[in-house]
């Protein structure tokens, strides 16, 4: 009968180290978690910022390329605006010095 | 026989209590890792909300500076295009006036010259209202054979005030025209071809660009 209690009395004592164990791991984890979230803290708050800055960036380069097509765009109608009046021009140049020839003597 | 079955019952009894250990031991790691784990991912949450915060309150000033780039790009593009055209007009338009000018240099050279001198006289005339009149010419316009006393008449007819025209002893700088001015006074009407293009060039520049470009 003895041998029976101290088998459980034994059992109850490792059992209890075994609790008393894992609770220490368990403050041991909460404890690291708080040490960390200072610096997780701080480095979420710096990346995204750094990644919002990329970001931007980012959208500033492609605000750029797009206008720039964009103005490159009008610059070609322009030099087709500039054949069409050198076409004019020599087509009716001999009209229009008549004109203000006559225009200006009058 | 009995002395067995105690022992395993015992046996059994000192495996539960250690097995529910286990298990309490293995709940309470498990949990405290969860809790752990949750906490810096709140924390992460919290630190990217409050910088993306942060960062969208002066995202009003970023999206001002995207806008500033597309129109900025947009108004050297447009300058630039405008610049390009009116330029280009600028040219054909100067083109022709060139020829202009040059064409009324030839025209002071041509059979009908005498005619035009002759009423840009009696223009010049009529517009100082008649009387006594000189008429400065260039140097070679004033050899030519001009009828000053049939001017004088159209111009004492149009200003109903008697007149008479008579040539400067001065010479005019002027590929051709004539200045016309009051014997008695410095009112006069500038009628060289260089004045005459100079007076009409806002209206004929008009003209030629209606012309030219339609």
Not at chain 2, 7 to 13: P, Y
Not at chain 2, 113 to 139: C, F, Q, S
Request: charged content about 35%; aromatic content about 4%; proline content about 1%.
């Amino acid at each position: 009968m003895f041998r029976i209690l101290k088998s459980i009395a034994e059992a109850e004592n490792e059992a209890k180290r075994m609790v008393e164990k894992a609770r220490a791991l368990a403050e041991d984890m909460l404890q690291k978690s708080k040490e960390q979230s200072e610096k997780i803290y701080e480095e979420t708050y710096w990346r995204t910022v750094s990644e919002e800055k990329e970001r931007f960036k980012e959208e500033e380069r492609r605000t750029l390329e797009a206008a720039n097509y964009d103005a490159r765009n009008i610059l070609r109608k322009a030099e087709e605006q500039v054949k069409e009046i050198q076409a004019k021009a020599k087509q009716n140049l001999r009209e229009a010095v008549e004109q203000a020839s006559r225009e200006s003597l009058q | 026989m009995k002395s067995e079955s105690t022992e395993t019952n015992v046996q059994r009894i000192v495996d539960r209590i250690l097995d529910d250990a286990q298990r309490e031991a293995t709940a309470l790691v498990e949990q405290a890792q969860k809790s752990a784990e949750t906490s810096l991912a709140n924390e992460s949450e919290r630190a990217r909300q409050k910088a993306l915060n942060e960062i969208r309150s002066g995202s009003e000033t970023n999206d001002d500076r995207i806008r500033a780039i597309r129109e900025t790009v947009f108004a050297e593009a447009r300058r630039k295009a405008n610049w390009m055209v009116l330029s280009e007009k600028e040219l054909a338009v100067n083109g022709v006036l060139n020829e202009v000018r040059e064409n009324l240099c030839s025209l002071a050279h041509s059979k009908k010259y005498i005619r035009t001198l002759g009423r840009l006289i009696v223009d010049g005339g009529v517009a100082l209202g008649g009387g006594k009149l000189e008429v400065a010419l260039n140097e070679i316009d004033s050899r030519l054979p001009l009828d000053l006393g049939s001017m004088a008449e159209v111009v004492a007819e149009k200003t109903q005030t008697e007149s008479e025209l008579q040539i400067s002893r001065e010479y005019v700088k002027t590929s051709g025209g004539a200045i016309i001015r009051k014997a008695e006074g410095r009112i006069l009407v500038d009628n060289t071809f260089e004045a005459i293009l100079k007076r009409s060039e806002p209206h004929v520049i008009l003209k030629i660009a209606k012309v030219l470009f339609g």
